[in-house]
């Protein structure tokens, strides 16, 4: 049986909630242990916090604030974000993460899944692969970027997810840097390559705008989870609605107490 | 007190403040005494069978979990620490296990995907488990597993995932879950509350 989880993913820039559009233009949305504890109630699946901090004292903050959330919030927590090394992933597990996500320095050493995955197990290992598309639409070629989206890396996207893979990640957070921040759904074929591609969960993420962009991205994706900030953040729509909506439509979701 | 044993792996400040938060006073220790002065005991575990094992050996909480077991005080495994008390695990066929249940940690059915991550309902198979009540027919927690125990007398609860999967075991005081409690929001609290409960009896 498989069930799709809902997950609200939180910008973090030194403790402040943030939403990123196109990963720029950042404004200010709240406290993430609140939010955290807010989602939690309304059905949530799991939390990410993404951590879009630059300097070196903020991700300290971002520590403390994986701390406090795993005092009040009861379901798993995945952090991503600057997260450069074996010892930055056990800090954030350490203070309660359940997964920690790696980028930009997993393309720049691929072994670092390794490495994390031999630490820690693989069920703790997310590789976010940022993806923009070569070529026209419909051209089912896309490529990994790094560094927030700016940086092209050269990497097939598919390729990269087999590699990641095959290096212990345990999940692929999958996010398409042409859909995030348009409103418009995910790009639903990114999202289905990656998906057959590999045999680890794969959580499809940017471009959600209304519900049914949950529901494509799970059965016309086939993504086992999907990832969402805007709609949730600015009160457009309850997790506990997203999941009604979904169930309604035929997507095995796990409803709300 | 609920000694958490900390062995150093992975996250284990999860199930310390599940605990909390489910009324117990619950506490991270490595200090096998501390272990033995408690009224229960949590094996936690995450990441691969052997080197969890291999963790547990070198920081002595072995003869101290096996010393709760054998004590009859409530003793819980989560996750891992659920598999580490099987004899072994097609994880790491050269690791041995504690041995405190029979059988053996077996690969999850082919055909699904592997990890299993993801929140699944659990279906109670005895209606007698203590572990369970109060849950609900079939609740739901959250997994993160590619392996599971397989299905003995034993087990009080399966999930559905390519095929029945043990999800829960209860035997006299050894009680363990596949899923991990402490991440699986109300219905996880509950269970945990059980637990506080029969540590407080």
Sequence with gaps: MRTVRVIPCLDVDAGRVVKGVQFENLRDAGDPVELASLYADQGADEVVFLDITASSEGRDTMVEVVRETAEQVFIPLTVGGGVRSVDDARALLRAGAEKVGVNSAAVADPALIRRMAEEFGSQCVVVSLDARRVGPQGSGRYEVYTHGGRNPSGIDAVSWARICERLGAGEILLTSMDADGGQAGFDLGLTRLVADACRIPVVASGGVGRLQDLVDGALQGGADAVLAASIFHYGRHTVAEAKAYMAERGVLVRPVE | ?201
Aim: charged share 20%; aromatic share 6%; with cysteine.
């Design chain 2, 1 to 201: 007190m609920i000694a958490v044993l900390d062995y150093g792996i992975g996250n284990l400040r999860s199930a310390e403040k599940a605990l909390q938060r489910a009324g117990g006073d619950a506490r991270l220790t490595s200090d096998p005494e501390e272990a033995a002065a408690a009224e229960g005991v949590v094996l936690p575990g995450v990441g691969a069978f052997g080197r969890c094992l291999g963790a547990l050996r070198a920081s002595g909480l072995d003869r101290a979990a096996l010393a709760a077991v054998e004590s009859g005080k409530p003793f819980m495994g989560i996750c891992v620490g659920m598999q580490m008390l099987y004899e072994s695990s097609e994880e790491d066929p050269e690791a041995r296990g504690l041995a405190v249940l029979p059988g053996r940690v077996v690969r999850l059915p082919e055909g699904e995907k592997h990890p299993q991550m993801q929140w699944n309902q659990v279906h109670a198979v005895r209606d007698d488990s203590r572990l369970l009540q109060g849950c609900g027919p079939a609740p739901w927690f959250y997994f993160v597993h590619s392996y599971a125990p397989e299905i003995s007398e034993a087990v009080v609860a399966t999930c559905d995932y390519g095929g029945p999967v043990t999800a829960a075991v209860e035997t006299g005081n050894v009680w363990a879950t596949q899923f991990h409690p402490e991440k699986s929001g109300p219905a996880g609290l509950r269970l945990l509350g059980n637990f506080v409960v029969a540590c407080a009896a």
